[in-house]
């Protein structure tokens, strides 16, 4: 081995790295780049959320339901939180926009609470008569936008994105911090501006969460 194969080698593995760590920071950063704008926006709304003044749309419709559903309800009711009928819920769907697969059952009446980012929904049944009365509160994009980032009655296949997203942003992180560190050589100002990114986070912890 010649004095030079160490070093040359040496330049072959830093030249793996950077290529390896530059891939998997760009692709990191394109999957995290629409997501990332959301939640820093809705980050923004969110701290002021008590400026941002909205006014609810509140609809309420109420009915009742078609004689061969009322006698299926009546054979159906439970006590206590149990699935709805096929029929029912088939014709929720259908005539009310309501998806729905349970409901707290009681003697007289069916409830459905019907929470939903930036809003919220209630529907009720009468059980011996079928009378029903459905009322949805909007409250807005911006409520809407702020229930995603909070996760809140999003279903499950939100709650998974947001911690895929949220690996995607580790690694966009991590990839970012070891190409700090093989460029900080030529650059002087790299771990100061880091311990900077530290500290100012950790300053208005300690002087201004009380």
């Known amino acids: 081995m010649t004095a030079a194969e160490p070093a040359l080698a040496a330049v072959q593995r830093r030249a793996w790295w950077l290529k390896t760590l530059h891939q998997w920071h760009w692709c990191s950063s394109a999957i995290c780049l629409v997501a990332m704008l959301l939640f820093a926006v809705t980050g923004i709304t969110l701290n002021h959320a008590a400026q941002i003044k909205t006014k609810p749309i509140v609809t309420q419709r109420d009915g009742q ?108 992180c991590v990839t970012g911090l070891c190409l700090l560190q093989l460029h900080a050589g030529r650059r002087p100002a790299t771990w100061p501006m880091v311990g900077l990114g530290v500290l100012i986070p950790l300053l208005f912890i300690l002087l201004f969460l009380h």
């Open 65 to 172: 339901l078609p004689h061969d559903l009322r006698a299926g309800l009546a054979a159906a009711a439970h006590d206590g939180r149990a699935p709805l009928p096929e029929a029912l819920r088939d014709w929720l769907a259908r005539e009310l926009g309501v998806h729905a697969e349970e409901g707290e059952w009681s003697p007289d009446e069916l409830y459905l609470s019907l929470p939903r980012p930036g809003g919220d929904a209630w529907l009720t049944i009468t059980l011996p008569d079928g009378a029903w009365q459905y009322e949805r509160t909007d409250r807005g994009w911006i409520a809407w936008l702020n229930d995603l980032h909070k996760g809140r009655n999003t279903g499950a296949m939100w709650t998974w994105f947001i911690d895929l997203f949220a690996v995607a942003c580790v690694l966009f």
